[in-house]
């Protein structure tokens, strides 16, 4: 493939050191010069060193790049270098979109330029002041996304008269807030057209009349407003929910919303359109219920699903175990792609859950990474991993799961030869001491961090 590709002509390219190719930047770098890829307009990295990102940062730059993303770098500082550099990028007049999941742009270290073209940006969390920080040195900034968004709603903050009409677009995700809070953190950005949230907060958030009041008088240009949000308080969220049949979310802004509830759980979720919704923490029991604010429908009535974009998924042993076919309606298994599954009763693992895990794997035909996870007094042995492995079907391509002796490593690798990566979790440093496994690794790519072994299975040629 080094043969085949001229980098003069790439125009995008992605980097990943992640669970699934650990190594693969070090690899790039030994087989490519960086300086020969002068076309580059868009360079998305995961999981970097700081050595690897400066070396290629330090020509990318130099190019008209309109997009950089960096995510999940290994670093746990703020090295004086890297945080120059990225400085300078963020200057450069063409750079459109930028992302960075790592907290370097709210170091105290960090300069901000002058002058920045950037209209998008996506970071991982921030803080009220650290916000309003961004938004002072992003004169130009339309759209922001913040992965994670937490304002202690048990603390008194004070908010400034400053607001940012620069702002089109905000999404905040993880959300622990109080109503309160959400409306003068509002006041900030009066020319918002598109607003997504999702998380939980205090109950007052589920109160259709306050949200019509908030968007009338503060954010007048909103046309979009997509929305998730969790409870236990099935009392309060159905007298609230009421409020949005009022003509304001129908007649008005065409604005449907729905809530979805399980009694057995006692599981609450107020939602608009189900389809922006594509990771899931699954919490219901059944049977499930969905009220909508254009009918009610009982979910086993329905012929679709509600949630259709679903592509990371997680679920507990009791849910799985729970599963049946009217709750299974609720979410289009097919679209998964990543599942995440916690078993924490080895007992009941062996009675029922391993064929609702089977059956269930068959209905994500679209998985290509499976993470099981078990809760610390589950006991994993070879008889258990000999059982997964007989339920991990050939379309997966990753697997994270536990393991604790020699035996299972080579087990899982043994029977699950169709896997391009694997992580193992919980890893004794007695196993990584071995000289065989040492021998083992010598032919793979691996990494080995915080008790985790992440080796590159794929052998293709570069």
């Not at 997009?67 to 703020?78: G, K, M, T, W």
Request: charged share 20%; glycine share 2%; hydrophobic share 40%.
């Amino acid at each position: 493939m080094c043969r085949i590709v001229r980098p003069e002509n790439v125009i995008s390219l992605i980097l990943s050191n992640d669970d699934e190719t650990p190594g693969q930047i070090e690899l790039f770098l030994t087989l490519f010069d960086t300086r020969q890829f002068i076309r580059l307009r868009s360079l998305t990295v995961f999981a970097i060193e700081d050595d690897s990102l400066n070396r290629i940062l330090n020509h990318a730059i130099h190019n008209s790049l309109i997009s950089l993303s960096i995510e999940r770098s290994h670093s746990s500082n703020h090295p004086s270098t890297t945080l120059n550099i990225l400085s300078s990028a963020m200057s450069r007049p063409t750079l459109r979109r930028f992302k960075c999941t790592i907290d370097w742009l709210l170091s105290d270290s960090f300069i901000w330029p002058r002058e920045s073209s950037i209209k998008h940006l996506t970071i991982d969390r921030c803080t009220y002041k650290e916000f309003c920080t961004i938004l002072r040195h992003l004169s130009q900034l339309r759209t922001i996304v913040l992965c994670s968004f937490n304002l202690d709603i048990h603390n008194e903050y004070e908010y400034l008269s400053t607001s940012y009409p620069q702002l089109t677009s905000l999404s905040m995700g993880q959300l622990f807030l109080s109503m309160d809070k959400i409306e003068s953190f509002l006041c900030l950005t009066p020319s918002l057209v598109h607003l997504r949230l999702e998380g939980s907060a205090d109950d007052a958030i589920f109160n259709g009349s306050r949200w019509e009041k908030l968007i009338r008088t503060k954010l007048p240009s909103l046309n979009r407003f997509d929305f998730c949000f969790r409870s236990q308080n099935r009392r309060v969220i159905e007298l609230s929910a009421i409020q949005f049949r009022a003509p304001f979310w129908f007649n008005e802004k065409h604005w449907p919303v729905n809530c979805v509830y399980d009694d057995i759980m006692e599981e609450v979720l107020l939602c608009s359109t189900p389809d922006f919704i594509t990771r899931l923490e699954y919490n219901f029991n059944g049977p499930v219920i969905i009220s909508t604010t254009i009918q009610n429908i009982c979910n086993e009535q329905s012929s679709e699903y509600f949630f259709r974009r679903i592509v990371e998924l997680e679920l507990s042993q009791y849910v799985l175990d729970s599963l049946h076919s009217s709750t299974s309606k609720l979410v289009d298994f097919s679209q998964v792609m990543k599942l995440r599954i916690l078993l924490s009763d080895r007992q009941k693992y062996i009675s029922k859950t391993q064929e609702q895990l089977s059956k269930l794997l068959k209905e994500t035909n679209h998985i290509r990474s499976l993470e099981i996870f078990f809760e610390h007094d589950f006991i994993v042995d070879s008889l258990l991993i000999e059982n997964i492995c007989s339920l991990v079907p050939h379309h997966v391509k990753h697997l994270d799961i536990e393991a604790k002796t020699l035996t299972d490593i080579y087990l899982i690798l043994e029977r699950l030869q169709h896997l391009s990566s694997v992580t193992f979790r919980r890893l004794p440093l007695s196993v990584l001491s071995l000289t065989e496994w040492h021998t083992l690794l010598s032919d793979v790519t691996h990494r080995y961090n915080q008790d985790s072994l992440h080796i590159w299975l794929d052998k293709s040629p570069m």
